[in-house]
């Protein structure tokens, strides 16, 4: 006869965004008889900066509320708002400023949710945190492993790559097993308020905003020359070249063709752009790479495979730890610095580092 693991002495703190993913996670680690704390992050009220970004933290926060009230869970709600704005935001500008393209939900999980959250959690009182992020943890002789979720359009191991053992093993993800419509379908069972709530499509903590605009109140303007790579002629004006990301198409007026913004030369501030958006100076095999950072132990095996963005298959290539390396088997379109790229064994997430 197996008897049922008694959960009831197991304290976890679920970061609640106010979303139905991590509502789920709520609901689905309190029917598993632990003893469960929801937590709400205010990290941004959306007025600083000089732009409103369309941030409904009450909202978010009440949805939270009322999620805790319908499972008769506590409630708590920690601020990180300096700490978000240090770390996240500031960076954020910063890589932009140098002309880099900087991923902030990997920043956020960085410094944030696995850090400050999990710190804070712990000291008051939580044996483990959960969230609702889309991937699963797995330990396997003593090391934890990291794995993408069960739902590949929800996968989001890309954005989880920086954590460390002693945070996976603190970390649970509920809904990591399933896919966006099983976790829909739950809500309903579980007769949560935010049920019928629409996914955040925003940066971190922040929502949607328009990130141009967004540049644009912070960063001085810096215009200089639009530069064809091919004709080495001028053909246009660029604001600054931390406005424009590798791959993007670049509006300039009265060309019959379309371009694309393929290279930037900061010291002498000028983009340069390609016709046709799969043109070989958009095309990159290898990649170097700053700031190695590996889950667990640093891979042994070289044959492996990495993504450059969310949402991307992983692509077979080889990895050159010592030469901060990643070369892909084939060209990558429009590597940008700045952003991460995520290594794989399988579905297994080892690690990854910043693109130079």
């Not at 965004?17 to 709400?40: F, I, M, P, R, W």
């Not at 088997?329 to 130079?356: H, M, T, W, Y």
Request: proline letters at 4%; aromatic letters at 10%.
């Amino acid at each position: 006869m197996q008897v049922e693991k008694d959960n009831s002495n197991t304290k976890i703190f679920v970061a609640l965004s106010g979303g139905v993913d991590s509502a789920v996670s709520a609901a689905l680690l309190k029917e598993q008889g632990y003893d469960v704390t929801g937590v709400y992050m205010k990290n941004w009220s959306g007025d600083d900066f000089g732009i409103q970004a369309d941030c409904p933290w009450e909202e978010d926060q009440a949805d939270a509320e009322a999620v805790c009230k319908h499972l008769n869970i506590p409630f708590r709600s920690f601020n990180f708002e300096k700490q978000y704005r240090e770390k996240v935001v500031e960076y954020f500008f910063d890589e932009y400023a140098k002309g880099r393209t900087p991923n902030p939900d990997v920043m956020c999980n960085k410094e944030i949710k696995f850090k400050l959250f999990l710190e804070k959690a712990l000291i008051e009182g939580a044996d483990l945190i959960a969230t609702g992020h889309y991937a699963q943890v797995e330990e396997r002789n003593g090391l934890y492993k990291l794995i993408e979720g069960e739902d590949p359009n929800k996968n989001q191991v890309y954005f989880l790559y920086s954590i460390n053992q002693e945070q996976l093993s603190k970390t649970l993800f509920p809904v990591g097993h399933l896919n966006k419509s099983e976790v829909r379908k739950l809500a309903d069972k579980f007769g949560l308020p935010n049920k019928n709530k629409p996914d955040s499509q925003g940066i971190c903590f922040i929502g949607e905003i328009d990130v141009l605009k967004f540049l644009m109140a912070n960063i001085p303007k810096k215009p200089g020359k639009i530069v064809d790579i091919d004709t080495k002629e001028v053909v246009g004006e660029h604001e600054g070249i931390y406005f424009y990301t590798i791959g993007q198409r670049a509006r300039i007026p009265n060309q019959k063709e379309a371009y694309y913004y393929c290279n930037k030369d900061i010291d002498q501030n000028i983009m340069y752009v390609c016709h046709g958006e799969n043109h070989s100076s958009l095309l990159q095999s290898e990649v170097n790479i700053e700031n190695w950072h590996w889950i667990g132990n640093q891979p042994t095996k070289e044959d492996l495979t990495a993504v450059i963005r969310y949402r991307q298959k992983p692509r077979s290539g080889k990895i050159d730890i010592e030469n901060k390396k990643f070369i892909f088997d084939k060209p990558q379109r429009a590597v940008a610095s700045g952003q991460s790229l995520v290594v794989f064994d399988g579905k297994i997430c080892l690690g990854g580092g910043i693109i130079k």
